[in-house]
């Protein structure tokens, strides 16, 4: 009875820190996508900036181009910005 009580603990004790981890995952990622936005606007800032100074500037590559699919949109942005 004693054993079957310990087990039951361990195995809450098991998902708890499943649940744990991936709420710390879940944040990690959110808060790196709004690292992410917050270098974009500052970004968008310098470039619109940019675009009213001079006159042929079109804009970035990655503004030029977009990718066909949302997911690899990450990707070409940061391919194209080295």
Request: charged share 40%; hydrophobic share 35%.
């Amino acid at each position: 009875m004693v054993r079957l009580q310990n087990q039951e603990q361990k195995e809450e004790l098991q998902r708890c820190e499943r649940e744990m981890l991936e709420k710390e995952f879940a944040l990690k990622e959110i808060e790196i996508n709004k690292q992410i936005r917050s270098q974009d606007a500052k970004l968008q800032q310098i470039l619109d900036e940019l675009k009213k100074r001079c006159k042929g500037y079109l804009g970035q590559l990655y503004e030029l181009i977009k990718p066909i699919n949302k997911k690899y949109d990450i990707a070409v942005k940061v391919s194209l910005s080295k």
